[in-house]
T-cell receptor, first 113, second 114 residues
Framework: DGGITQSPKYLFRKEGQNVTLSCEQNLNHDAMYWYRQDPGQGLRLIYYSQIVNDFQKGDIAEGYSVSREKKESFPLTVTSAQKNPTAFYLC????????????FGPGTRLTVL | AQSVTQLDSQVPVFEEAPVELRCNYSSSVSVYLFWYVQYPNQGLQLLLKYLSGSTLVKGINGFEAEFNKSQTSFHLRKPSVHISDTAEYFCAVKGSGGYQKVTFGIGTKLQVIP
């Protein structure tokens, strides 16, 4: 059963701590993405990767870091430098090709206390 | 550069009534257009997409959308809504040249009233 998994579903952290969100896909997609969703702001692109060992900053990359060591995995680290990290984080993947849609995971809700 | 405007942040509608969710876009190149649906605390699911060809696109769950190039619009419609259609709907645009990121609208919350 192919798809994208994100874990955990809910995550609580204290201010000043780094936290890593997991994203795994078994769709054999080359491209993967991380979005942040805040109420009334839609989805904003944090980072994306079109191929293993390569990734690019999106619109709001400050305070975040990623790695792409395997095709299936694209973890996102929210660092202490991110000033307002509480949000819903969505991971997505797609087949390479301009016309192809993105497939989304179920999301991780991060709350920083 | 490209942008997406969803004109209504919330749309209440009675069950079995028709609904239209509006989306306008701007882009300097040809575009691909998408509508996604998001149920509470879940990821986004593709409803339909326009790539080329017929301007009327049919999607899942009885939804359809019409691409209007002259008005740069891609409005989503359903002739008769059900309670289960209550969700947030996102319009998205992607440029057709080279690598282009996807730009999402801010979303429209559809509330179906029994």
């Amino acid at each position: 059963d192919g798809g994208i998994t994100q874990s955990p579903k809910y995550l609580f952290r204290k201010e000043g701590q780094n936290v890593t969100l997991s994203c795994e896909q078994n769709l054999n997609h080359d491209a993967m993405y991380w979005y942040r969703q805040d109420p009334g702001q839609g989805l904003r692109l944090i980072y994306y990767s079109q191929i293993v060992n390569d990734f690019q900053k999106g619109d709001i990359a400050e305070g975040y870091s990623v790695s792409r060591e395997k095709k299936e995995s694209f973890p996102l680290t929210v660092t202490s430098a991110q000033k307002n990290p509480t949000a819903f984080y969505l991971c997505a993947s797609s087949i390479q090709g301009r016309q192809n849609e993105q497939f989304f995971g179920p999301g991780t809700r991060l709350t920083v206390l | 550069a490209q942008s997406v405007t969803q004109l209504d942040s919330q749309v209440p509608v009675f069950e079995e009534a028709p609904v239209e969710l509006r989306c306008n876009y701007s882009s300097s190149v040809s575009v691909y257009l998408f509508w996604y649906v998001q149920y509470p605390n879940q990821g986004l699911q593709l409803l339909l997409k326009y790539l080329s060809g017929s301007t009327l696109v049919k999607g899942i769950n009885g939804f359809e959308a019409e691409f209007n190039k002259s008005q740069t619009s891609f409005h989503l419609r359903k002739p008769s809504v059900h309670i289960s259609d209550t969700a947030e709907y996102f319009c998205a645009v992607k440029g057709s040249g080279g690598y282009q990121k996807v730009t999402f609208g801010i979303g429209t919350k559809l509330q179906v009233i029994p």
